[in-house]
């Protein structure tokens, strides 16, 4: 299983980003994907997450702001990033993850940088 993200870069405070995360191999049909962000010196936390079947969830700090999405035909993740402050910082992680009676698995993208300048 392989993800790549794309859509990072440096944005003003108050400007938006749309990160993609496309996921290809064998890749269990009922999964969650989500968007995780790691800032310097801090762990790496869930940002959102959506099942495939459209279920969401969001971390307090992005409520209103951001919105996760998916493509199931085409297993791309994206995440619109509104009203973006400076504590959005952050490298951002795309991952997939899927639980069965025979395996659990998660696999993550290589990461995309974003910078909200004040």
């Known amino acids: 299983v392989q993800l790549q993200a794309s859509g990072g870069g440096l944005v003003q405070a108050g400007g938006s980003l749309r990160l993609s995360c496309a996921a290809s191999g064998s890749i269990f049909s009922v999964n969650i994907m989500g968007w995780y962000r790691q800032a310097p010196g801090k762990e790496r936390d869930l940002v959102a997450s959506?099942?495939?079947?459209?279920?969401?969830n969001y971390v307090d700090s992005v409520k209103g702001r951001f919105t996760i999405s998916r493509d199931n035909a085409r297993n791309t993740v994206y995440l619109q990033m509104n009203s973006l402050k400076p504590e959005d910082t952050a490298v951002y992680y795309c991952?997939?993850?899927?639980?069965?009676?025979?395996?659990?698995?998660?696999?993550w993208g290589q990461g995309t940088l974003v910078t909200v300048s004040s």
């Open positions: 991952a997939v993850e899927w639980s069965t009676t025979v395996e659990a698995a998660r696999y």
């Open positions: 959506i099942t495939s079947g459209g279920s969401t």
